[in-house]
């Protein structure tokens, strides 16, 4: 069946705008997450929903970092006034259920700020 | 919070050897441990993990290790083939749930011909 889709799978902006990414996750998938990848680096944690209720947002970097999800499916993480900082891959992952169950990632989003 | 340091950073071997790829974590709690294969433009897929209450997993050439009392845990990846080339990252859930997962930096495994 289809995967996790994320779209734009580029996306280049200038310093100061506003960008929005979107995670489609799998159907009939509870959780959804964000992670940010910087280049040759790990994964870092931003933000998780079970339905569409955001339970811990402290792993978002700035008060410029916002996400949503509508409808227990498609997510939006919204950067605004974006730095160059914020240049990473953005991706998404989603399971059945919440707890201690295999995360599926999307490509991701390749955010560059010039 | 919780820490998971990965290591080595970068891994070659030769096709047809073993690679190992070590991690450890801080979090006593945690209790889930995926291994995440990811290749040059792909977001990472999982390819096997372990839970706190076994010791070993096996998946043909794969297989993973957990020692809960020394908090490490490893992947080890049997008669290579160039295919297996791609980054590995570790991963440890946070306060016993897998919703919040760490991961380690990364290795760089590179099979050689």
């Known amino acids: 069946g289809a995967g996790v889709s994320q779209s734009p799978s580029n996306k280049v902006t200038e310093k100061g705008k506003d960008v929005e990414l979107r995670c489609d996750p799998i159907?009939?998938?509870?959780?959804l997450y964000w992670y940010r990848q910087s280049l040759g680096q790990g994964l870092e944690f931003l933000i998780y929903?079970?339905?569409?209720?955001?339970?811990?947002k402290s792993g978002l970097p700035s008060d410029r970092f916002s996400a949503e999800r509508t409808g227990g499916s498609v997510s939006t993480l919204t950067i605004q006034r974006t730095q160059q900082e914020d240049s990473a891959v953005y991706l998404c992952?989603?399971?059945?259920?919440?707890?201690?169950?295999?995360?599926?990632f999307g490509p991701g989003t390749r955010l560059t700020v010039l | 919070g919780e820490n998971v340091e990965q290591h080595p950073s970068t891994l070659s071997v030769q096709e047809g050897d073993s690679a190992v790829i070590k991690c450890t974590y801080s979090?006593?709690?945690?209790?889930?441990f995926p291994w995440y294969k990811q290749e040059l433009g792909k977001g990472p897929q999982l390819i096997i993990d372990?839970?706190?209450?076994?010791g070993e997993k096996k998946d043909q050439r794969i297989a993973v290790t957990l020692n809960k009392t020394a908090k490490h845990f490893s992947l080890h990846i049997t008669e290579t083939q160039p295919e297996d080339s791609a980054v590995y990252f570790c991963?440890?859930?946070?306060?016993?749930?897998?919703?919040?997962?760490?991961f380690g930096t990364g290795t760089r495994l590179q099979v050689t011909l």
């Open positions: 991963a440890a859930s946070i306060g016993g749930t897998a919703s919040k997962l760490t």
């Open positions: 159907s009939g998938h509870t959780a």
């Open positions: 929903f079970q339905g569409n209720s955001a339970p811990d």
């Open positions: 372990i839970r706190s209450n076994v």
């Open positions: 979090d006593s709690a945690s209790n889930y």
């Open positions: 992952a989603s399971s059945l259920v919440l707890y201690t169950d295999t995360q599926y």
